[in-house]
């Protein structure tokens, strides 16, 4: 399995404060990648990296940020979190522009 | 990308081989086709993927149709850990365009059977 770490694994939160999820992965891939997984809609993509300090947004970027300021981190910032974002938020990785491999994913609850 | 069917589930006895249909009629000539899994409470587990030509890996084979507009991906001997669900993915390659999103549709829950 490829060496992809996500921090917390499980969170309880309150609506109006920030997060931030962290990726970690030890494989030196170029891409990394934030989805969230919900009931009835799959996964989506939420912010991708193509490089340190290059990101995008991804189909349902509003309300989060993220950074990567090294290739082994990359961080998902809620601004200010809502009931809406409670989700699975999973991170994952890729080198060769072809596969991603996912990590084990964080249950984030905004109460 | 183009969007894939699946069935919504299916059952495989133990030790039987697991052959998961999925119809991808409107592919286009550069989209390759994707296999991931998801086991209950875990990330999506990358299986196998192909453009054209049958693919072999250690965990599955892909069939893919002369014509693309389908595929079969065959677990050969199913065990219980394979009870998941099942996505069946077609993407273009990554350019500077498309940096690799993966587009997961609703899957096939696969349970394996004793």
């Known amino acids: 399995d490829a060496g992809i770490t996500q921090s917390p694994r499980h969170k309880v939160t309150e609506t109006g404060t920030p997060v931030t999820l962290r990726c970690h992965q030890t494989e030196n891939h170029r891409y990394m990648y934030w989805y969230r997984q919900d009931p009835g809609h799959g996964l989506r993509l939420i912010h991708y990296?193509?490089?340190?300090?290059?990101?995008d947004k991804g189909e349902v970027s509003d309300g989060y940020s993220v950074s990567r300021s090294k290739t082994e981190d990359f961080l998902l910032t809620l601004e200010s979190a809502t009931s809406s974002q409670t989700s699975v938020y999973f991170c994952?990785?890729?080198?060769?522009?072809?596969?991603?491999?996912f990590g084990p994913g964080t249950r984030l609850l905004v109460l | 990308d183009a969007k894939t069917t699946q069935p919504p589930s299916m059952d495989c006895a133990e030790g039987r081989a697991a052959n998961l249909p999925c119809n991808h009629s409107?592919?286009?000539?550069?989209?390759?086709v994707y296999w991931y899994r998801q086991i209950h409470s875990q990330g999506p587990q990358y299986i196998i993927h192909g453009l054209k030509n049958n693919e072999t890996n250690e965990m599955a084979s892909l069939i893919i149709t002369e014509d693309r507009k389908s595929s079969t991906l065959i677990l050969p001997h199913a065990t219980l850990r394979d009870t998941a669900v099942y996505y069946c993915?077609?993407?273009?390659?990554?350019?500077?365009?498309?940096?690799?999103?993966?587009?997961f549709g609703a899957g096939t829950q696969v349970v394996v059977t004793p």
């Open positions: 993915i077609v993407r273009v390659p990554m350019t500077t365009d498309s940096w690799g999103k993966l587009q």
């Open positions: 409107t592919i286009s000539g550069n989209e390759y």
């Open positions: 994952a990785i890729s080198g060769n522009q072809e596969t991603q491999y």
């Open positions: 990296s193509y490089g340190v300090k290059d990101t």
